[in-house]
């Protein structure tokens, strides 16, 4: 279940002129990606999220940006640096390098962990064996991923190994407890690190592409699945060494 827990468009005092809204910091950003677009209603909401930290899309001519609660009140160079972001990735832009940074920089900051680490914790459903294992940190590899392919827009999930060792399903995401479970047969010293980055992408992949149902058929690996996966680099090569496992 989603709360909404505030709408700047009509809740709250209006902003001192010096302080720029979340809306007036995007109408910026827009205006200087597409100067020749007509400024659409601007509306940003922040909920409370489970599967993606920010969102936006484009419809009837409105702008709907949806941000995660825990992104409430960030500064406002944070801000438009996410704006842009989410702006060149509607447009189909390549995302400027020094936003990216700003953005990871932000996230980064160790009370920021705190407390989006403290808000997991409350919501956090599911029992499984923690993420840190005897050679790799998921929460370290999932960051790591969430800057390389979603320029971190993906909230973690649960993180967490398995406990037991199984070889024949490395890896699954479970929607209802919105966690993401690897075999603790990768977390090996030898297990190249490729191949368990290559696993807890695809793993994060189903976070962003869901199943389709199309009639009694089941679609979970979609076009846009594998479309996506191709990303990653070294796809045979990770391929090649989970068969070897
Ligand atoms: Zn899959």
Redesign the pocket.
């Given at each position: 279940m989603q709360v909404e827990r505030a709408d700047t468009l009509t809740a709250g005092a209006p902003a001192p002129t010096t302080l720029e809204t979340p809306e007036q910091i995007f109408s910026r950003v827009f205006r200087q990606l597409r100067p020749r677009t007509p400024l659409p209603m601007i509306h940003v909401e922040f909920r409370r999220y489970a599967t993606a930290n920010a969102q936006v899309k484009l419809e009837r001519g409105a702008l709907l940006v949806k941000l995660a609660d825990s992104l409430e009140g960030i500064p406002a160079s944070v801000m438009e640096a996410l704006a842009e972001i989410l702006l060149c990735k509607l447009f189909r832009r390549p995302v400027p390098a020094e936003c990216n940074q700003r953005y990871r920089r932000h996230l980064n900051r160790r009370d920021v962990r705190r407390s989006l680490d403290l808000i997991r914790q409350i919501r956090g459903r599911k029992r499984v064996e923690g993420p840190q294992g005897v050679r790799f940190h998921l929460d370290e590899l999932f960051e790591e991923l969430n800057f390389r392919f979603f320029n971190g827009l993906m909230a973690r999930p649960i993180l967490g190994w398995s406990p037991n060792a199984s070889r024949t399903l490395l890896g699954h995401y479970d929607p209802s407890h919105n966690a993401i479970v690897l075999s603790r047969i990768l977390d090996r010293p030898d297990t190249p690190r490729v191949a368990v980055e290559y696993v807890l992408f695809?793993?994060m992949l189903?976070l962003c592409h869901p199943t389709e149902h199309n009639g009694a058929r089941r679609c979970?690996?979609t076009r846009a699945f594998k479309d996506a996966e191709k990303q990653f680099e070294r796809l045979a090569e990770a391929k090649l060494l989970l068969r070897a496992l």
């Open positions: 695809h793993e189903h979970v690996h």
